[in-house]
């Protein structure tokens, strides 16, 4: 099949053709993350959403598909750590548009703590984590968040950190972190008592001290488990700390990238909304013929696809400037920002579409609804990113 029409099928929502760029091994791979999605995790994921309960041992079969690590998503990038940004675009749009929960549990794992191994750590430190977090032999998390302090965590980071010896010692609390109750590998963002510093720590699953428990109740993203961490007294040996990572400045460094991942799974999210609609009003029947050739219905789906289009664009023309080095913050602020409201809107429209029906698992919009609320608000609220750009804008930081 010719290379223009195996993108087409592969990908029908891309009507301004972003998926050009990908190479033949990116996209043998995403056809394989594909069909693990398809057939191991669709079928599963109402129920696990509904039991709020997360697929674990099934979702860890992904590391076959080489996700992160296949030989084929390094052809001509020898020696780089990580596969193409476009591939990782592309990536979380095929998770998102089939489930966020199993997104947002990849971000924290491949995006989250990878980026804080590859970004903070030593040479040595990252040879010693970042190939065993890339075959998911060791499953990590992303503490940073604290139960009182979430969107001026820069400032009020209360966790703290005291030097004994050659160990560290860790006090505090963590809230909201994603995959925390199995991770083996947990960085936990904590301040130096003795310089006030904001560092990193590599606390490991089960240590003395560590106790996690999952928050429950949750109306968005129900299949992840998000941990309430407690730190009483955690001894971390100094070679666990990150050494590049010595004020916030360094964590604004990694949530550039990471930030930019949360705009990739909303465009995704996008998608999975906008296609779920579809295949409901070309089923449903009213006034004697199918939706989809009502005139307000198609004006909707249309408003739908055209912000699966734009969120692609700012996805895909972020992806290729971090590719060429340019990781700047406000445009991983404004992409975030931009893509989460179009997802919102969009999950709401595809909720409209279907209907009572709409609210029920079995359209798989409803789950899309449900979950945007959670992505509308991580990894930086609205108005925190919008404070961002309005930095950016203004010259006039008014965060406080
Ligand atoms: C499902 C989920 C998963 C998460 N996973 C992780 C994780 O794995 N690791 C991690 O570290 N954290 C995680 N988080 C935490 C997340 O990043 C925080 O929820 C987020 O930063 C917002 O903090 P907050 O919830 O404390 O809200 P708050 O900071 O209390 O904000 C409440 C409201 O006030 C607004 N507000 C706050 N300050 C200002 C201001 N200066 N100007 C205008 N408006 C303002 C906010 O925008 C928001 O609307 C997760 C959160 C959720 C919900």
């Known amino acids: 099949m010719a290379r223009s029409e195996k993108l087409k099928e592969m990908y029908p929502f891309d009507m301004y053709a972003f998926a050009?760029?990908?190479t033949e091994g990116e996209l043998t791979v995403l056809q394989n993350v594909r069909?693990?999605?398809?057939?191991?995790?669709?079928?599963?994921v109402n129920e696990h959403w509904e039991k709020a309960e997360f697929p674990f041992e099934a979702f860890k079969g992904i590391a076959e598909t080489g996700i992160m690590n296949s030989p084929l998503l390094f052809e001509g990038r020898e020696g780089a750590r990580k596969p193409s940004e476009l591939y990782n675009a592309f990536l979380y749009f095929?998770?998102?548009?089939?489930?966020?929960?199993?997104?947002?549990?990849?971000?924290?794992?491949?995006?989250?703590?990878?980026?804080?191994i590859l970004l903070g750590g030593s040479e040595a430190q990252i040879e010693k984590y970042a190939p065993k977090i890339a075959s998911w032999e060791w499953q990590g998390c992303f503490g940073l968040t604290e139960p009182d302090h979430g969107s001026d965590i820069a400032g009020g980071l209360a966790t703290t950190a005291e030097k004994v010896g050659d160990k560290w010692v860790?006090?505090?609390?963590?809230?909201?972190?994603?995959?925390?109750?199995t991770a083996d590998v947990l960085p936990i963002f904590a301040r130096d008592k003795a310089d006030g510093k904001i560092k990193c720590f590599i606390v490991k699953g089960g240590s003395p001290g560590l106790s996690v428990e999952n928050i429950k109740h949750k109306v968005a993203l129900r299949q992840v488990q998000n941990g309430h961490i407690t730190l009483e007294n955690v001894e971390v040996p100094d070679e666990?700390?990150?050494?590049?990572?010595?004020?916030?400045?360094?964590?604004?460094?990694?949530?550039?990238?990471?930030?930019?991942?949360?705009?990739h799974l909303a465009t995704g999210m996008t998608i999975g909304a906008t296609e779920a609609a579809l295949k409901y009003i070309k089923e449903r029947d009213q006034f004697g013929r199918k939706l989809s050739g009502f005139q307000l219905v198609q004006e909707k789906v249309a408003r739908m696809q055209a912000n699966?289009?734009?969120?692609?664009?700012?996805?895909?023309?972020?992806?290729?400037?971090?590719?060429?080095?340019?990781?700047?913050?406000?445009?991983?602020?404004?992409?975030?920002?931009?893509?989460?409201?179009?997802?919102?809107?969009t999950v709401a429209w595809g909720r409209e579409v279907c209907g009572g029906n709409g609210i029920t698992l079995e359209t798989d919009v409803a789950r899309f609804f449900a979950d945007g609320e959670?992505?509308?608000?991580?990894?930086g609220t609205h108005e925190i990113n919008a404070l961002i750009v309005g930095r950016f804008l203004t010259g006039v930081g008014a965060f406080v």
């Open 20 to 22: 050009n760029g990908l």
């Open 170 to 181: 860790i006090n505090g609390e963590k809230r909201w972190i994603g995959g925390a109750s």
């Open 94 to 116: 095929e998770l998102a548009k089939v489930d966020a929960s199993l997104a947002t549990f990849y971000t924290v794992h491949g995006g989250l703590c990878y980026n804080t």
């Open 308 to 345: 699966v289009v734009a969120t692609m664009a700012y996805s895909i023309q972020l992806a290729n400037m971090q590719e060429q080095g340019h990781f700047l913050e406000e445009n991983s602020a404004l992409a975030k920002m931009h893509n989460a409201m179009r997802m919102r809107e």
């Open 240 to 263: 666990d700390r990150l050494e590049n990572v010595n004020g916030f400045k360094d964590v604004a460094r990694i949530l550039r990238s990471t930030r930019a991942d949360i705009a």
């Open 35 to 44: 069909n693990f999605l398809e057939n191991d995790m669709k079928p599963v």
């Open 374 to 379: 959670a992505i509308y608000s991580y990894e």
